[in-house]
């Protein structure tokens, strides 16, 4: 192992739980061990169990300004939430009027548990109540003026304290005197999980019905919870049963949560050992996070003000790198943050970001980084150096500018494949000549591309579209123009003055980079102006023989289907031709580079797709006459979903990757495996800069996801030598080995469930 895979982990997750503080474990470690009764038996163990529960409640009941309202443990704040809005709703619907209209307000930042919950105790209790989001600012502050207006009709009114995401807090003072001032009688219920320990409670003196709590979001276990609920207000168990909890929830109680708790509430009420930091010294703590972040990142852009937000969340994003990258990135330096947002479709989005108004780009980059009120200044500090190390990391593989040189490590050549969503990108850099070209960049990629060819002092030499593209626009212009700014070329970029080069009585233009020709060959049908370009080796061209690296071949061949030919400017018959003329030239086996990639594919060739594809069999074992394959073409098409989430598609989908079966190794079937079979390669799937961060001596080789198309290249007469993938968490490790499997290689496995499983932290 190398030396920073013993670097100890940083954990920065905490809004999602936090470790179990030690004294608070070993105070749940003896009630199983010693005083393990059950609170409810009356002999002297169940006393002393009833005892740790009384006294648990009663810290509580301080911690949270309870007065007289009444604290019920739970297993969590997800129960605690169904206990308030049952109760509330429950009770709701006896005073309702038969033809009056009701709303249940909620706020649009909180946690799904809640909206969950209220849309489901909506429809069990028959309520039939309009459940409205109440906006939020792009401070993520509630509209009061929303609340002003439908809280005279509401139910029910929810909101949080504290994001979980943002750490943005509610004004609760200013949202009562809205609240009442409108609906003395609407039942309120207050998310407080994200509040303990950082925010000042004083329930009792405010008119908030019920507060949810949870034990794992402040160093208690998992599987302990409490809920307040005001003096007076409403109550419907939400379990019923033994009658513990004086029948208000049944279940014999979580004794070695409620232990644990009762520590956590002495830290809480300054009666402890004194782990937890104050306000003050978390807010330098932040601080110096912050700046850590900028020095790494000049470019970061923090999603919330820290004027209205608790000290222990940052949640920022960087320029140019999705939220993914990043979190594997700080994987790689053993920091722990989460992508702060729901993985909905493609792309991860958070709708914490999207309902504050922040720009798509914000929220599909957002990162959180959070830690509880025992952090210590170590951790800090350690955690701000290793930021510094992992855009140290980034630089290496020039995907953030660095200054000084490239070493041979981190010098770029062959082919690197770029992704947004389901479109490619394709760049070839010849290391001989310090030359690149582009193929169909997309506009998302543009200063990825300038920082990479200007950290690897690449010159461009083209900038090409394969096709006036329907679903989004070129990134080509703006490379152009740093770049080629004296280069004439053709409405895709193709320059004006080439090369002419024959083959076969045919001749073709050429474009020249390092020992290499990209030739031009018209492909239409998918649109008028298709154009696909072979990349092959030139002297072998110049003895007159095709040897290719690489066919560019837009939307004319995608993988598993065929480029849709129901625009405008499509033609089917020109693609059957195409289609014809590509394969004549290239033959089964030349690796095709679509401009999509829909299914995670990354590459593919003729003999893969024709195995898949009957109707591209069809057309290239001349069994489908061109009037045959128009009509099924046409019928094809019809089936077009014609958008998936914001992207269009641009393929009619014949059939679906038939994935055959890999062969998966779990940790000690992987050691075995190694240790019997010599000449195994071991991959590392992961980027450069994970693999830069923390990596295994073990490892034979990195072939980054975005390098696997040049490794398949390298490896096209090697198909026998055995492989197993790795990756972080076995995701990428699967796809790069069903793609492999697919063209042809005959070993390949991988490590289920990735090295984090295997590692110690
Ligand atoms: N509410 C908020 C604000 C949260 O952050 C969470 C946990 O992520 C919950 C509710 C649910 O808590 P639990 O995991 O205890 O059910």
């Keep these: 192992m190398s030396e920073q895979q013993a670097l100890s982990q940083i954990y920065l997750d905490a809004n999602a739980t936090t470790p179990v503080l030690a004294k608070a474990a070993k105070a749940a470690l003896s009630t199983m061990e010693t005083m393990f009764g059950n609170p409810s038996s009356s002999h002297i163990s169940g006393l002393q169990a009833k005892q740790i529960m009384d006294e648990t409640r009663n810290k509580a009941v301080k911690v949270l300004g309870a007065g007289s309202g009444q604290v019920i443990f739970t297993s969590g704040a997800t129960e605690g939430i169904q206990t308030g809005i049952l109760s509330a709703l429950y009770a709701a619907k006896k005073s309702m009027q038969a033809d009056k209209e009701y709303s249940i307000l ?37 509209d009061m003026d929303f609340i002003a207006k439908e809280v005279p009709n509401a139910l029910m009114i929810c909101t949080m304290a504290v994001n979980n995401e943002t750490g943005v807090y509610q004004d609760l003072d200013a949202l009562e005197l809205v609240i009442r001032g409108n609906n003395a009688n609407v039942f309120w219920m207050v998310d407080c999980v994200q509040a303990l320990g950082k925010r000042c409670l004083e329930l009792a003196s405010t008119s908030i019905d019920y507060a949810p709590f949870s034990g794992h979001k402040l160093y208690a276990p998992k599987g302990i919870g409490f809920v307040y609920i005001r003096k007076g207000a409403p109550f419907t168990p939400f379990i019923a049963g033994g009658g513990q909890e004086g029948g208000l929830r049944s279940g014999t109680e979580n004794l070695p949560g409620l232990a644990a708790l009762n520590v956590i509430f002495d830290e809480l009420l300054e009666q402890g050992d004194g782990v937890f930091a104050s306000v003050g010294q978390l807010q330098l703590f932040r601080t110096q996070m912050a700046l850590a972040l900028k020095n790494a990142f000049p470019t970061v852009v923090f999603n919330h003000d820290f004027t209205n937000s608790v000290p222990t969340t940052l949640n920022f994003a960087i320029p140019g790198f999705s939220s993914k990258e990043i979190m594997d990135l ?119 591309l300038l920082t990479i060819l200007q950290c690897q002092q690449l010159q461009l030499v083209a900038a090409i579209d394969t096709h006036g593209h329907a679903d989004h626009q070129s990134g080509r212009v703006e490379l152009a123009k740093q770049h080629l700014a ?17 083959l076969d009585g045919q001749s073709y233009e050429a474009i020249s980079i390092g020992d290499k020709y990209l030739l031009r060959i018209a492909t239409p049908g998918h649109t008028d102006d298709s154009i696909s370009l072979v990349l092959c080796d030139k002297h072998k061209l110049q003895h007159g023989q095709l040897a290719v690296s690489y066919v560019f071949c837009g ?64 057309v290239l074992m001349s069994q489908l006459s061109e009037q045959q394959f128009m009509q ?45 079979t010599p000449g195994v390669k071991l991959i590392d799937i992961r980027e450069p800069h994970e693999y830069a961060l923390n990596h295994s001596q073990e490892f034979d080789m990195n072939v980054p996801l975005t390098r696997l198309a040049d490794f398949i290249c390298q490896q096209q007469c090697n198909k026998s030598q055995e492989l197993i993938l790795v990756c972080r968490s076995g995701s990428r490790s699967q796809v790069a080995a069903q793609a492999l499997n697919r063209l042809g290689f005959e070993h390949v496995g991988h490590l289920k469930g990735g090295y984090a499983l295997s590692q110690a932290t």
């Design 486 to 502: 004296m280069q004439h070329t053709n409405h895709l970029g193709w320059p004006e003055e080439v090369a002419k080069i024959e």
């Design 555 to 618: 939307d004319l061949v995608l993988m598993g289907s065929l480029g849709r030919t129901n625009f405008s400017t499509s033609s089917a018959q020109l693609m059957f031709n195409s289609l014809k003329t590509l394969f004549d030239l290239v033959g089964d086996d030349a690796l095709l580079c679509p401009s999509h990639d829909y299914h995670n594919e990354f590459v593919t060739n003729f003999a893969a797709e024709r195995s898949r594809n009957q109707l591209l069999n069809g």
């Design 330 to 448: 700080f994987d790689a330096a053993n920091i722990r943050v989460s992508s702060g947002s729901a993985c909905s479709s493609k792309v991860t989005r958070s709708f914490v970001l999207d309902a504050m108004g922040l720009p798509a780009w914000q929220s599909e980059s957002a990162i959180r980084m959070s830690f509880g009120p025992a952090v210590t200044q170590q951790q800090i500090d350690q955690a701000c150096d290793r930021i510094a190390h992992c855009a140290q990391a980034l630089g290496h593989s020039c995907l953030l500018n660095a200054m000084g040189n490239i070493d041979e490590k981190s010098q770029l050549q062959g082919l690197v494949q770029f992704k947004v969503g389901g479109s490619c990108t394709w760049l070839y850099a010849d290391p001989t000549t310090k030359t690149a070209v582009i193929v169909d960049p997309l506009p998302e990629l543009t200063n990825r």
């Design 106 to 142: 909620y706020g649009a930042t909180e946690h799904k548990a809640v909206p969950e919950s209220l849309k489901h105790w909506n429809k069990i209790l028959e309520i039939n109540a309009t459940v409205k989001p109440i906006p939020v600012d792009e401070m993520g502050k509630l």
């Design 632 to 676: 099924n073409k046409a019928d094809l098409d019809k089936n077009i979903h014609d958008q998936i989430g914001e992207e269009v598609m641009c393929g009619a989908f014949t059939s679906s990757c038939n994935q055959k079966r890999l062969q998966e190794y779990n940790t000690p079937e992987l050691k075995a495996k190694l240790n019997s």
